[in-house]
C-alpha cells in the first residue's frame, strides 16, 4: 500500500432477522455513499448482500423468536455466535453494528468490547417496554446507541448509555414503487372490489403458529363480502415454499395465485419483492405484530394486529411487560389506533370482525387513516439512515 493512503475500513455487521436486514442494508448502503472503501462482512438477508455485505451466515439461520422457541435452537444460534465470535477474533473490524436482534447481538457486542472493538447498536431493545434493568448490560457493551423512536432518547440518558436519535429510517423507505392502477394490472387485481392484505410475519415460527387464525379470519371475511380479494406480501426472509402447508398454488388460474389447503373456495395471490406496493391495493391488512405495523401506517392503511407465542413465552412475557400495548404503531401513538387481538385474544371471528369494520365503516376507516398520517412525524425527519451511517462513520474516524 503507498504511503499516505488510508487502511481500508473494515465493518462487521449483524442482522437477525427480516426487519433488520432492510434497514441493515439501507445502513451499508448509505455508508458505502460517504466511503465507497469500507468493506462489510457479517450477517444478513437479501437486503444486505444487494448492499454489497458478504454474509458469512444467512439470517435464515437466526430468525426464531420467543423463550421456547429459542431454547429448541440454542445449539444452532450458539454454534453462529461462536462462529461470529471467532470471527471477530480473526478478522479483527474496525467496527461492530449490531443491529436489533439483541439476545444474540448483546453477546457478540460483549465479545467485540473485550477485543477493544468499538461496538454501534442500531434499534433499540425494547428494554422501555421490560427487562429496564438490562439496559445496565446495553451500557457495559456497547459504545453508541442509536435509537429510531424520539422517546428512547431520554431514557438511555437517564441510564447514562452514549446515546443518538436518528430518526425511523421507514420514514425514506416505505413507499410504492408504482402508481396503485398500475399495482393493481400487476397483481390482476379488479380495483372494484374490496382487497385484504395478510402479513403473517417474517419467520418460519410466526408462520406456524398466525398462518391458520389468519386463513379462518379470511375465511369469514369472504363469507361476509364474497367477491373480496385477498393479498399475501412475502417477506424477503421467506420464500413461497414456506408457505406449503397451508397454500397450494393454482398456476392455471394465473401467476401467484394460491389457494388454501384448508378450504379449497379461499384463493390468495402471494406476491415477492412488492411489499408496498401490494399494501397499497389494500383497503385494510391484518398483521404480525411488529415493524410491520409501523410500514403499514406508513402507508395509510386501517390494520388489525394479531400475535401469538408459545404459551410459555407469553406466561413469562405478560408479568414482565409494562406498557398498555404490543403493536409498536399504538406505541408510538400512544393509543390503540389498531385493535391488537393477542395469544388467547387471536380468534378468527374476532379479528374478521375488526376488519370487516374498516370495510364496512367508511367514517371509522377514515378516522383511523387520519390518526396513521401522525405517525409519520412522530418517527422524525427523513434521512435516518444517512443519520446512522455518518455516526457509524464517525466512530470510525475516531478509531
Given at each position: ?12 455487521i449483524?442482522?437477525g432477522e427480516?426487519?433488520?436486514?432492510l ?6 448502503a448509505a ?6 472503501d ?5 450477517i444478513g438477508?437479501?437486503?444486505?448482500r444487494?448492499?454489497?455485505?458478504d454474509?458469512r451466515v444467512d ?11 429459542v ?17 471477530l477474533?480473526s ?6 453494528i ?5 439476545g444474540?447481538?448483546?453477546?457478540l457486542a ?5 477485543l ?6 442500531y434499534?433499540?431493545?425494547?428494554v422501555?417496554?421490560w427487562r429496564?434493568?438490562r439496559v445496565r ?11 429510531l423512536?424520539p422517546?428512547?432518547l431520554?431514557f438511555y440518558e437517564?441510564h447514562g448509555?452514549?446515546v443518538?436519535?436518528v430518526?425511523?429510517p421507514?420514514?425514506?423507505s416505505?413507499k410504492?414503487?408504482?402508481e396503485?392502477s398500475?399495482?393493481q394490472?400487476?397483481f390482476?387485481?379488479d ?7 395478510l402479513?403473517?410475519g417474517?419467520r ?7 398462518m391458520?387464525v ?7 371475511l369472504r ?5 373480496l380479494?385477498?393479498l399475501?406480501?412475502?417477506a424477503?426472509s421467506?420464500n ?6 397451508w397454500?397450494e398454488?393454482?398456476p392455471?388460474?394465473?401467476e401467484?395465485r ?10 390468495i395471490v402471494v ?5 408496498y ?7 385494510a391488512i ?10 403499514v401506517a406508513?402507508?395509510n392503511?386501517p390494520m ?8 410459555l ?5 405478560r408479568r ?5 400495548h404490543?403493536?409498536l404503531v ?5 393509543e ?9 385474544a387471536?380468534r378468527?371471528g374476532?379479528i374478521?370482525a ?7 365503516d367508511?367514517d ?5 387513516r387520519k390518526k396513521?398520517?401522525?405517525i409519520?412525524q412522530r418517527?422524525g ?8 451511517a455518518r ?6 474516524d475516531?478509531?
Amino acid at each position: 500500500m503507498p504511503r499516505g493512503e488510508p487502511a481500508t475500513r473494515r465493518v462487521m455487521i449483524v442482522a437477525g432477522e427480516a426487519s433488520g436486514d432492510l434497514h441493515g442494508g439501507n445502513l451499508v448502503a448509505a455508508l458505502s455513499r460517504l466511503n465507497p472503501d469500507i468493506e462489510f462482512f457479517g450477517i444478513g438477508g437479501s437486503r444486505m448482500r444487494a448492499a454489497g455485505v458478504d454474509t458469512r451466515v444467512d439470517i435464515s439461520e437466526l430468525a426464531v423468536m420467543g423463550l421456547v422457541e429459542v431454547l429448541l435452537h440454542y445449539r444452532r444460534l450458539r454454534g453462529v455466535l461462536w462462529q461470529m465470535q471467532e470471527l471477530l477474533r480473526s478478522e479483527r473490524p474496525d467496527l461492530l453494528i449490531t443491529v436489533d436482534y439483541p439476545g444474540f447481538n448483546l453477546r457478540l457486542a460483549k465479545t467485540a468490547r473485550e477485543l477493544g472493538i468499538k461496538v454501534l447498536h442500531y434499534i433499540s431493545p425494547q428494554v422501555w417496554a421490560w427487562r429496564e434493568h438490562r439496559v445496565r448490560t446495553i451500557a457495559q457493551r456497547v459504545d453508541m446507541m442509536a435509537v429510531l423512536l424520539p422517546f428512547e432518547l431520554p431514557f438511555y440518558e437517564k441510564h447514562g448509555v452514549p446515546v443518538r436519535f436518528v430518526g425511523h429510517p421507514l420514514v425514506d423507505s416505505v413507499k410504492p414503487g408504482m402508481e396503485r392502477s398500475e399495482a393493481q394490472r400487476l397483481f390482476g387485481l379488479d380495483p372494484s372490489r374490496k382487497t385484504v392484505g395478510l402479513l403473517p410475519g417474517s419467520r418460519r415460527g410466526e408462520l406456524k403458529r398466525l398462518m391458520p387464525v389468519l386463513l379462518e379470519s379470511a375465511a369469514l371475511l369472504r363469507q361476509r363480502f364474497p367477491d373480496l380479494q385477498l393479498l399475501l406480501p412475502l417477506a424477503s426472509s421467506l420464500n413461497p415454499q414456506d408457505l406449503a402447508a397451508w397454500l397450494e398454488p393454482v398456476p392455471e388460474q394465473g401467476e401467484n395465485r394460491y389457494i388454501s389447503r384448508q378450504n379449497g373456495s379461499l384463493q390468495i395471490v402471494v406476491i415477492e419483492q412488492h411489499g408496498y406496493d401490494v399494501m397499497q391495493c389494500c383497503d385494510a391488512i391484518i398483521t404480525a405484530s411488529g415493524t410491520a405495523t409501523l410500514e403499514v401506517a406508513l402507508m395509510n392503511i386501517p390494520m388489525v394486529i394479531v400475535y401469538k407465542i408459545s404459551p410459555l413465552t407469553y406466561a413469562i412475557a405478560r408479568r414482565m411487560i409494562s406498557i398498555p400495548h404490543v403493536g409498536l404503531v399504538n406505541i408510538v401513538a400512544g393509543e390503540p389506533i389498531a385493535p391488537e387481538f393477542i395469544q388467547h385474544a387471536a380468534r378468527a371471528g374476532k379479528i374478521a370482525a375488526a376488519t370487516a369494520r374498516f370495510l364496512e365503516d367508511a367514517d371509522h376507516a377514515q378516522g383511523t387513516r387520519k390518526k396513521l398520517a401522525n405517525i409519520r412525524q412522530r418517527l422524525g425527519k427523513p434521512g435516518g439512515s444517512e443519520n446512522v451511517a455518518r455516526l457509524a462513520l464517525e466512530m470510525l474516524d475516531r478509531e
